[in-house]
Structures are given as structure tokens and as C-alpha cells.
């Protein structure tokens, strides 16, 4: 019989039933005992005695629940955890409603929905723009890329210094040096020189709007989840591919907090696999969330997200303030 569930919230019930029903049994034995041999007054212990070696089981049986009981009592109870159903937006939206997201937990490996959150549509709800993506993913993609082919002008080939034949008198054609780019082993016109930087600035509002996109379409597939906290009660890097499996987050997960000092049991355990990644809030991007199958934030992270987004989606020097990343000034 277990305690706690259903309509029995009293542990406390059996173990009084069985004890009203031992008092009730002793009292009519003693009463019936007493008017056979005419004695009255106090009940004799021999009696007691005899009532409690007949019933040895029952007794036992609340001993048993008693200390079950005990242990019930001692044992903790999780508070009752709050359903967040709203809470305050900033810059509200006008046209569209924000999309509710369940909060869970990773302190321990089954999932527990810890309430609800809602998201601001103007940042997780747009219509994804594959080719603002695009752009974002091809500009981080070349940013740091820098090309090393080099090849050599005339002046820089080794030799070539002496006339290859005379100007006149040998019915071939006129030469004056060998490393004459037309010259097999010679120079060469408009190659690559090295290094060369693959480097440009995207637009910032390219860039602003790739984050809303990459955010929406991970929320669309259902991709982008949201915890408390990244607090793991061990350091264990099987508890921490046990969760991701019992979840199903998929083979790669990108855990992003709001601060770039992160727990140290997740860091600890996401360090034995290169698909398990931790990333403060101000260096996510989209090549980082596309490369991973699940993103997973937590709920400081999605607030402080919100808030620079919303900021520059609303400001009203965004022309003076965005001067500087236009591309003519590259």
C-alpha cells in the first residue's frame, strides 16, 4: 500500500485503523473476561499480556507502518513549484502572441515541467529568412578565412638575368629574359598573392535579424528548449548523456547561459564530448546554433537575449548607431 497518492494523503491511516481495531477487540475480550469471573476494576496486565501475544501480527504490522510513517514524515518534500504564466515583455507586441515555452529542470535525468514562459514574438516568432541566414553563415564562414596561395612575378623568379639568344639572326622569336611570364617556369600575371584576407563586415541589421530567424526556426522544429538553470547535481559526463538521451535532444547540444562562467559540474562534464558546448549569451550566433542540433538556454540567458534584441529592434538613433558597419567602410 502506498502513502501520498490518490485520496489517501494520510500515511496515518491504515496504522489507525488496525490500532481501533485492536483497542475495540481488547475492550470486548476484557469486558466478557471480567463478567465470567466476577472481577470489576482496573484490567489486570496478564490480560494485556495475553491480548498482546494473540495478536503479535497486528502488532507488528503497526510497528511496521508506524516506522514507514516516520520515515515519510522525515523524508524532504519539493515545494510546490510555480506555473509562470506571464510575465512582463518589454516593448509589448501589437500584432502577434507570444508563444509559450515550458520550463524544465536538469537536476535530474527525467524531465519535470517547472512552468511556462512566454516568449516575445518578435523575436521568436518571425518568418524565418533562409537567405539572411545564408548570408550570416557564408560571412562566418569567411571572416576569419585567409587564403595562402601565392605565386611569383618575374622580378621575384630565381635566374632570367642574361638575354636568352641574340635580338637578330636566328629567325626566332624576340626575347630579352627567360622568366618572362610567357616563359615556361617563368613569372606569372595576376596570380594570388598571400595573405590574402576573405574578411567583410555584415550589415547589422543582417545580422540582428539572422539571430531573430535562427531563434524562430529552432522554436518552430522544437529545437529550442528552456531550463532554469544549467546546475547538474554530478560532474559525470554520463549523466550528462543520459539526460540528453532520456530528452532526446539529438547527437549535438549547444547550452547557452547568461554569463560566460558557467556551473562547474556541466562544465566538467560537457568537457569529455566535443558535440556537448557551453556559450555565454553575448557569443551566440547562427553558424553556432545551426551547427548543433538542440539549443538549450536558460531562462536568465533568454531574458538577457530578449533584452539587446528588442533594444535594437526599438531604438531610435539606429541609423547614427549602425553607421560604422555599413559595408562602404570596409
Not at 49 to 61: E, G, I, N, S
Not at 69 to 75: G, I, T
Not at 125 to 147: C, F, G, K, M, T
Not at 163 to 190: A, F
Request: charged share 25%; hydrophobic share 35%; aromatic share 8%.
Amino acid at each position: 500500500m502506498m502513502f501520498g497518492f490518490g485520496d489517501e494523503q494520510n500515511p496515518y491511516t491504515e496504522s489507525v485503523d488496525l490500532l481501533e481495531d485492536l483497542v475495540i477487540e481488547y475492550i470486548t475480550e476484557t469486558t466478557h473476561k471480567a463478567m465470567e469471573t466476577g472481577r470489576t476494576g482496573r484490567v489486570q496486565v496478564e490480560d494485556m499480556v495475553f491480548l498482546v501475544r494473540k495478536d503479535t501480527r497486528k502488532f507488528a504490522r503497526v510497528n511496521d507502518l508506524l516506522t514507514m510513517n516516520e520515515e515519510l514524515k522525515k523524508a524532504p518534500t519539493r515545494p510546490p513549484l510555480p506555473i509562470i504564466c506571464s510575465r512582463k515583455l518589454a516593448f509589448p507586441p501589437k500584432f502577434k502572441i507570444p508563444r509559450q515555452v515550458w520550463v524544465s529542470n536538469m537536476d535530474t535525468v527525467e524531465e519535470e515541467k517547472l512552468g511556462l514562459i512566454d516568449l516575445h514574438p518578435e523575436v521568436f516568432a518571425e518568418r524565418p529568412r533562409l537567405d539572411i541566414i545564408h548570408e550570416n553563415v557564408r560571412w562566418q564562414q569567411l571572416y576569419r578565412h585567409v587564403s595562402y596561395a601565392h605565386t611569383k612575378m618575374s622580378y621575384e623568379v630565381r635566374g632570367g638575368g642574361r638575354k636568352p639568344r641574340p635580338q637578330k639572326g636566328s629567325g626566332r622569336s624576340r626575347h630579352g629574359s627567360i622568366r618572362s611570364p610567357i616563359w615556361v617556369g617563368g613569372g606569372v600575371v595576376h596570380g594570388p598573392r598571400s595573405p590574402k584576407p576573405y574578411f567583410y563586415m555584415l550589415g547589422f541589421n543582417a545580422r540582428l535579424n539572422g539571430l531573430r530567424s535562427t531563434l524562430s526556426a529552432k522554436l518552430a522544429q522544437d529545437d529550442l528548449h528552456i531550463v532554469e538553470s544549467l546546475d547538474i547535481p554530478t560532474d559525470d559526463p554520463k549523466y550528462l548523456e543520459a539526460l540528453v538521451e532520456e530528452r532526446g535532444w539529438g547527437p549535438s547540444v549547444l547550452f547557452v547561459d547568461d554569463h560566460d562562467i558557467m556551473p562547474l559540474n556541466i562544465t566538467a562534464a560537457s568537457d569529455a564530448y566535443g558535440h556537448y558546448n557551453l556559450m555565454p549569451v553575448y557569443g551566440l550566433n547562427v553558424f553556432s546554433m545551426l551547427k548543433h542540433t538542440t539549443l538549450v538556454m536558460t531562462l536568465s540567458a533568454v531574458e538577457r537575449l530578449e533584452e539587446r534584441i528588442l533594444f535594437h529592434l526599438n531604438r531610435n538613433d539606429a541609423a547614427e548607431a549602425t553607421a560604422k558597419y555599413k559595408l562602404s567602410s570596409v
